[in-house]
């Protein structure tokens, strides 16, 4: 999230997404009700509805998700090739006059300065690789098999490509034979990316409902029991009397006792 608030900062006093005149980010790290807040700024900006003029938004990757927002031009870090297109079809959704420059859908995808072997280690940027625990987009076979799409089809016909270019980034055999061809660092990165996979496996059958058992065998949390974040950490729900933010969560690893 740092990496989405200095791009605000840097946009100094261009036009930006505001809520109640408050420039602002779209990201999931708001109350409840500030982010259905947000949701309705952003459609209004960039929805089917939206007036003309030039508004920049700043946001994560919630912004792809169940917003029916049109944009001229979009610039993102890398991610998954389903990822990216699922971005892409928040570019020119919608039939509409473009301004001059923007007539043909268009998009900017930015690296790591130092490329995606400095994520082997095992370290995290933007999103992109992962720290011991997890991560986002972990899978750097399928980022840099998505990377080599973008240089070799600089120009992307949506849907027609769409199974190409998923099948080329995604295929189990591709993946493992550009791993090998990366060297032994990606190597071990595979495989410690494999072995999280197999320990979240692991995890989950042994947590999984046996459809089998009678119900009244069934054993419930108590009501006072919390479900564990994904990352394990028991997040603290904050609640406050009056104003528009009833509760917020906050993630349990800033939480310092």
Known sequence: MQAARDCLTALDDAPCLCVEGVRTLHYARFAVEDRARLDAAVEAALGKASR?????????????QSLDIDADFLITDLAPVDVLLQRF?????HDRARPEGFEQPRAV?????NGLASLTKPSFFNGLGRWSEGGIYMDLAGLEATRRLIGA?????IPAMNRMLVERATHPRTLEALTQQMGESWV????GLEGLSLA???AGRRLRLDRAMPFETLEFPDYD???ATRLGAQGPLLRRGGGRASRIKSPGWRVRC
């Open 89 to 93: 079809g928040r570019l020119h959704r």
């Open 153 to 157: 089809h600089p120009v992307w016909k």
């Open 109 to 113: 995808i930015a690296l790591p300065e």
């Open 188 to 191: 071990a990165d595979r495989q």
């Open 52 to 64: 003309a003029g030039g508004l920049v938004v700043c946001g994560s990757q919630t912004l792809e």
């Open 225 to 227: 029991e919390h479900v």
């Open 200 to 202: 979240e496996s692991a």
